[in-house]
């Protein structure tokens, strides 16, 4: 029985944001309790160990891309251990016209890559001196036709945000979606200026920590996971907790679940879950106050495992190869874990991990778990020669809301929760549906958050 704790903050979700604010909001002396639905944490996260195989059913992989995700591995020392990617596992492969080609790391294979158009390629030398965007809300694939050329939109950055965001370059919008490459473009006036400029610009010894490495933990994200739970305390985490609902108090606000089995009241609580989660978590706003928020639109993405115990196709010495949509092909991309991190397969093996779905082709994920497994073998088996046998281990795992996509709705969305944050103080609503999707986007504001709303 749950009924009647309090607490200063009550956290909705035990994902990697939930989990890490938690754990941050501790560490500054708050109690906390989190408030979770599922019988287990993590979210989307979770790592599963079978017949000699070690697997992500979600997100496989995090680029160390802000000091705050180094720093949570630090602070969990001897609960957790980072590790990052093999150096061997750097290449990446992008499909183009029945063959994979690497996608170029420099100057000289850019020049020589089949990838791109000659004329972008010269094109691309005149990026310095063109023209500054002047539209806020300009689309990633306006902005990269423009200064960079459309072979780079097909065989560059489609793929790059099949693989981010399962997305569609021409409906996200660069402010909200990837704003670091928005604002290259806005203070130094080109993409190349900027990289060059900040590639000289001294870094102190808390950025060198963004070494942007690609990691995973030692045994899978889920051992990140554990170790925050173990860290929070799992007398402060409610499992198993339906129909949510918050309402507020004399005195901040209280958090109810499965008919009143659980009661907590809080001070503030802060949501971590999914936009379309809210209405029923805040029956008190009116549903048309959310609108702005529940607009927000998910990519709905599957990811099918296949491991092979004798890998007889060609060399997977690549982190793994993406699609482009030109290429009509079924798959948004291949990763090949077994590569990029030590234990995922056994010895002669090899792990493979299979997008489908996106924002291009919704109608993937209503397929039958026996269709997507003809897909993927027939993918693997043609773009990867592996001709002789099929997977020993093959699951499908579905996911409705698996990122959500920052597209043009979401400043509106952004002002609505700064709106519903100052009508009810004490209430915040945080997770992916701002601040970014990836797991170091989460740590950081999870973090963020803990020093925002301690005094
Ligand atoms: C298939 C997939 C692949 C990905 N790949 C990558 C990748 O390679 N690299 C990367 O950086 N990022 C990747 N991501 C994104 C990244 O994994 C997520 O952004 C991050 O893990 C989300 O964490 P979260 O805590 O914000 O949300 P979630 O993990 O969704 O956690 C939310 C939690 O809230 C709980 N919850 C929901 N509703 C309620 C309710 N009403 N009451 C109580 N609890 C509730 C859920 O059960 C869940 O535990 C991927 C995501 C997916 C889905």
Request: one cysteine or more; a positive charge; aromatic letters at 8%.
């Amino acid at each position: 029985m749950e009924k009647g704790r309090k607490t200063e903050y009550t956290v909705i979700g035990a994902g990697l944001t939930g989990l890490t604010l938690a754990f941050y909001l501790q560490k500054a002396g708050k109690t906390v309790i989190i408030v979770e639905r599922e019988e287990r944490t993590g979210g989307v996260i979770n790592t599963v160990a079978e017949e000699g195989f070690v697997y992500e059913t979600g997100p496989n992989t995090g680029v160390l891309g802000n000091p705050e995700i180094a720093e949570l591995f630090s602070d969990l020392d001897g609960l957790c251990e980072l590790e990052t990617a093999n150096p061997l596992s750097k290449n990446r492969w992008i499909w183009k016209s029945g063959q994979w080609h690497a996608l170029p790391a420099g100057f000289i294979p850019a020049v020589s890559t089949p990838l791109f158009k000659v004329r972008d390629k010269f094109r691309i030398l005149a990026e310095p001196l063109r023209k500054k965007g002047q539209d806020p809300f300009e689309t990633l694939a306006a902005l990269v036709k423009r200064r960079l050329g459309e072979s780079f939109l097909d065989y560059a950055v489609d793929p790059f945000i099949s693989g981010i965001y399962a997305g569609d370059p021409n409906t996200l919008v660069t402010r909200f979606a990837l704003p670091k490459l928005y604002n290259l473009e806005q203070n130094y006036g080109s993409f190349i200026r900027g990289a060059i400029f900040k590639a000289f610009v001294a870094r102190d010894d808390r950025d060198k920590k963004a070494t942007r490495e690609v990691f995973s933990a030692r045994g899978g994200l889920k051992m990140l996971v554990n170790a925050l739970e173990k860290a929070v305390g799992t007398g402060n985490i409610i499992k198993g907790c339906q129909l949510v609902s918050i309402r507020p108090a004399e005195r901040g606000f209280i958090t109810e679940a499965g008919g009143g089995r659980v009661t907590v009241s809080s001070d503030k609580v802060i949501t971590t879950t999914g936009s379309y989660t809210l209405p029923a978590l805040l029956p008190f706003i009116p549903q048309e106050k959310l609108l702005p928020v529940t607009r927000l639109r998910y990519a709905g993405v599957v990811q099918a495992i296949a491991g092979f115990k004798n890998w007889n196709g060609r060399d997977l010495n690549a982190f793994g190869g993406l699609v482009p949509s030109k290429e009509n092909r079924p798959v948004l991309g291949i990763l090949f874990p077994s590569s990029i991190f030590a234990g995922r397969a056994p010895e002669k093996g090899a792990l493979l991990s299979v997008f489908l779905g996106g924002m291009k082709n919704p109608g993937m994920i209503e397929k039958s778990d026996a269709e997507i497994g003809d897909i993927v073998k027939e993918e693997i088996r043609e773009t990867l020669q592996a001709v002789k046998g099929e997977p020993e281990l093959l699951r499908v795992f579905r996911y409705m809301h698996a990122i959500p996509q920052y597209e043009r709705s979401s400043e509106e969305r952004l002002t609505c929760i700064d709106e519903l944050q100052g009508r009810y103080p004490g209430l915040i609503l945080a997770g992916n549906i701002r601040d970014g999707i990836g797991i170091a986007d989460r740590v950081k504001q999870g973090r963020n958050l803990s020093k925002q709303y301690t005094p």
